[in-house]
């Protein structure tokens, strides 16, 4: 059976390191907590877990910070977490079993990682990561932010989950910081940094520099095509919040030149022609939504919801607008069996309720 050392970089995790470490106390062989500067009792709550704890200065480097965290691990594979990760008690047995059966020539074992949660809790936002790592030096991480290890070997897709589970806000402006350092000193973001760094600024509603960002990536020969069509679907929203919403339809039907639609982006198209008034049109992108396959392995960023319950939910919109309730009530009731806990569903419930109410008693 393999050994598994979990290498983490922390800092000032008071609030949530414990409970990452209990998570996966007993499945791993070893811990390296790597402190990049906390001052408040980080070190102190990781040391009653491990003897292996090391001081690190800070470099703007989250790739080089991970390299090192490995580089001081003795076992088999390395495994990394955030401080607000965990792994659910569900997935636990899952994990020793892995752990047990996996073949030998396995170089990087991906996990689902679940980082937006609905209001039942169920994940709503979900995508593949390494998580396994073969400890070895020629497998380790490049980028300065949102830090990846390009896969090589034999890889292995597993349905084990772990969990982004963070409590308080954190610093939202760090990121956005590390690029624009790393533009001032001269450094030229190679494709997947200028995705990431148009990202960033979208979400500080930056959005002209976004979209001139975004769109060198998309004009870029190089790219990852989930990128591309994810850069559409972020370029089109800037677009939107700049009001060139005819643009922003341009770009989101762009995104299938990079390959078969995506629900999401389908969900996106469809939303557009609704608000629009274009009914007709939107039912097409909706049902189109509904229709295409799940595709969990291309990699990509994922909203299982928009492959059933977001469309269902739209066309139950599109129908009552047309006036026919009676198909309407019924797309409701299938986005219902998918959430039965959502306060749309309810209220839609309610809804369709009260105007057969008025219907029999005009009867």
């Known amino acids: 059976m393999p050994t598994i050392s979990l290498c983490m970089i922390v800092k000032n995790e008071e609030k949530h390191i414990a409970r990452c470490l209990d998570s996966v106390s007993g499945l791993v062989d070893e811990m390296i907590i790597v402190d990049t500067g906390s001052t408040d009792r980080t070190v102190e709550i990781v040391s009653g877990y491990t003897s292996k704890v090391f001081s690190y200065q800070w470099k703007d480097d989250f790739a080089d910070a991970r390299n090192t965290s490995f580089s001081r691990a003795s076992m088999d594979y390395c495994m990394w977490m955030d401080a607000d990760d965990i792994l659910e008690a569900s997935e636990r047995e899952k994990f020793l079993q892995l752990k047990k059966t996996l073949s030998s020539d396995t170089d990087i074992v991906m996990m689902k990682y679940h980082t937006s949660f609905d209001e039942a809790g169920r994940p709503s936002f979900s995508y593949f990561r390494e998580r396994w790592i073969r400890n070895s030096p020629q497998y380790r991480w490049v980028g300065a932010v949102h830090e990846v290890i390009p896969p090589k070997g034999r890889v292995i897709y597993s349905d084990i989950a772990v969990s982004h589970k963070k409590i308080g806000a954190g610093d939202p402006d760090r990121n956005l910081n ?186």
Not at 211 to 237: H, T, Y
Not at 272 to 287: P, S, T
Not at 307 to 328: I, S
């Open 178 to 363: 590390i690029y624009r350092k790393m533009i001032a000193n001269g450094v030229l973001l190679e494709p997947r940094q200028q995705y990431y760094y148009g990202r960033e600024l979208y979400y500080h509603k930056l959005y002209e520099e976004a979209v001139s960002v975004l769109e060198q990536f998309l004009c870029s020969k190089e790219g990852w095509i989930e990128n591309k069509i994810e850069a559409c679907s972020i370029c089109a929203d800037c677009y939107i919040q700049m009001g060139q919403e005819e643009t922003a339809l341009i770009t989101l039907l762009r995104s299938m030149s990079y390959d078969l639609p995506r629900a999401e982006l389908c969900c996106e198209i469809g939303k557009y022609f609704l608000e629009h008034g274009n009914i007709r049109n939107a039912i097409y992108w909706y049902e189109t939504a509904l229709n295409v396959p799940k595709n969990e392995y291309a990699g990509g960023f994922m909203l299982p919801d928009c492959h059933d319950y977001v469309p269902l939910l739209q066309l139950c919109v599109c129908y009552d607008r047309l006036g026919e309730r009676y198909k309407a009530r019924e797309y409701n009731e299938r986005a219902g069996a998918c959430k039965p806990y959502s306060r749309a569903y309810l209220y839609n419930k309610q809804y369709f309720d009260s105007q057969e109410k008025t219907f029999f008693d005009k009867k």
